[in-house]
Every structure is written in structure tokens, then in C-alpha cells.
């Protein structure tokens, strides 16, 4: 295999050192699946995002964790939307990207500041729900993570949702509680098994539209993921949906900060629009990212 050059990004953070970062290989043609999972496990990053087509503003890519091909990243999406206009290999002042994974077509929008590209928002995919799981699980996943049902927030909605992965959603009642989580990881692990999902995302509320929060996501290869943007899309949906988030204008607006336990803090801002029946149909993510590093495999 020719030499593979890739960047290195932190993801929903304003510089290198704290965020999520992701491996970004540039020019990926020509690379089979399993080539891609043999460099995404060689770059041992969170998530790996492949291009592998361009032309003008569209852009194929895959998603690859330590663990095999994902349908969406956001993380690596808000880093790949950056670093595409950043590196000079989308149109100069561009303001709207698109991504096509097998899947979908992710709109990126690009906003500047004084002439720079500074934030990325990416729409992800279209928001789904499963019925709530039985009590006795979420009892076993709160026991997983280290804590019990005296610490689960009665106000706030627990589930599963989908914007890319299936996530658990577990509220806690406080930040600090949820920074005190020592989970067990082969008990989370065959709880994600059980229900199904790619991580258990335990979140508090830090005011109306904030919100702290950790993921973890052991089926996946990641203990625990530093700042995750598709489940913080799926959280946001979630919270739209059961409303006990104030709406405005036909829309919800949320911050969730993620990552300070690990030492990468990082800030995703989440965009949840409605259909005119009342239900949340689109969520859309932001951040920014900073380019860490390059080099070749």
C-alpha cells in the first residue's frame, strides 16, 4: 500500500489539546474496507474519517472506529467540514458542504469569522426512537456505570435514540455525579449488548439548555468517547421530543459540555427543528476543531 497522509484534528474545541479528536485521511480512492479498518486501527484515534471521492463541494467519506465502518461520526464530520475548507481542498469562502457517506448526504454548513472558517455545523442523520427499554435494564446499566437508581433525575427522559448510532440516554440528577461515574466496562459492555446500542450516554443538567455529559461506548472499542457529537444529536432529539426543553421559534437550541473528566473539554452546540406536527425531525450539530498534526502512514 502507497503512503497514506492523514491529519490529526481536536474536534469541538477552539485549539489543539482538548476536544475529540479524529484521524482525517485526505485521499482515501482506491482504498478497500478492510485497508480503511487496518489504518483507522493503526491511528488508534476515537473515530477515522476517509475521503474517498471530491469534486467541487461534495465529498464521499467512511467512518471507521478502532472497531469497524460506523454509518455517522459528528465529530468527525464537524472536523472534516473544517479541515476540508482549511487545507484549501474545498472552494475558497464556500459555505455549504456536503458529505455523502453510503447512507446519507450530510449537509455542512461552514461559518467564517473576520474572513476564517470557525464553526462547522453538520446535519445529521434523520432522528429515530425505540421504545423505552424495561426498568430492571436501565437498573443494570445504572449499576454498570457505577451509581443507582437514587441518582437518576425523575425529570428528565431516559431512552434510546438514534441520529447515526443507537445511544442509552441516562439522566443523573447532577455534573458531579456524573464526573463520579467509575463504570464497569464488561457489565456495560453486555448491557450495550442486550439492548442494542453503541453507547450509554449519561447526562445532568447544568441550566435550561445545558447540559453535562459522558459517553461510553464499550461495543465500539471506545471505554469512553471524550466528546461524541451523534449521540449529543440523538440527546438533543430525545429532549425535544419529551419537551421539557423551552422551545423558541419552532426550534430547540442546547449546549452540551463533554470531555473535562478526560482532560478534553469540548463544547457541542445542537440544533433541533420541528416538523409542522410537532415532532423533532432534523438535528443539526456545531463546533469547532483545530488541525493538531499531519503526517503519512
Request: glycine share 12%; no cysteine; proline share 9%.
Amino acid at each position: 500500500m502507497a503512503r497514506i497522509p492523514y491529519v490529526l484534528v481536536d474536534a469541538f474545541a477552539p485549539a489543539p489539546g482538548a476536544g475529540n479528536r479524529v484521524g482525517i485521511v485526505l485521499d482515501a480512492r482506491g482504498m478497500t474496507l478492510e485497508e480503511m479498518a487496518r489504518v483507522a486501527g493503526r491511528l488508534g484515534e476515537p473515530e477515522t474519517a476517509f475521503l474517498t471521492e471530491r469534486r467541487g463541494t461534495t465529498f464521499g467519506v467512511r467512518f471507521f472506529t478502532p472497531s469497524g465502518e460506523v454509518e455517522f461520526s459528528g465529530h468527525a464530520a464537524v472536523a472534516l467540514g473544517l479541515t476540508l475548507v482549511r487545507l484549501g481542498l474545498a472552494p475558497e469562502g464556500v459555505g455549504r458542504l456536503y458529505l455523502h457517506t453510503p447512507t446519507e448526504a450530510l449537509p455542512v454548513e461552514v461559518v467564517y469569522e473576520e474572513g476564517e472558517p470557525k464553526k462547522a455545523w453538520v446535519r445529521g442523520p434523520t432522528p429515530r426512537f425505540r421504545d423505552l427499554p424495561p426498568f430492571a435494564l436501565l437498573k443494570e446499566a445504572l449499576e454498570a456505570l457505577g451509581t443507582n437508581e437514587r441518582y437518576l433525575h425523575r425529570g428528565l427522559p431516559y431512552g434510546i435514540a438514534f441520529t447515526g448510532l443507537w445511544s442509552l440516554f441516562v439522566p443523573l440528577v447532577a455534573p458531579g455525579v456524573v464526573d463520579a461515574l467509575e463504570p464497569e466496562m464488561p457489565a456495560l459492555l453486555e448491557v450495550s449488548r442486550k439492548l442494542e446500542v453503541a453507547t450509554v450516554h449519561a447526562y445532568a443538567p447544568m441550566g435550561p439548555r445545558s447540559f453535562y455529559a459522558r459517553d461510553f461506548a464499550p461495543l465500539l472499542g471506545i471505554p469512553e468517547d471524550p466528546v461524541t457529537g451523534s449521540a449529543n444529536a440523538a440527546l438533543g432529539a430525545l429532549l425535544a421530543r419529551s419537551g421539557v426543553v423551552p422551545r423558541r421559534e419552532g426550534e430547540v437550541r442546547l449546549t452540551i459540555y463533554q470531555g473535562h473528566r478526560l482532560g478534553n473539554p469540548g463544547v457541542v452546540e445542537v440544533l433541533v427543528e420541528y416538523s409542522p406536527t410537532g415532532l423533532p425531525y432534523a438535528v443539526k450539530i456545531g463546533g469547532e476543531a483545530a488541525i493538531v498534526a499531519s503526517g503519512e502512514l
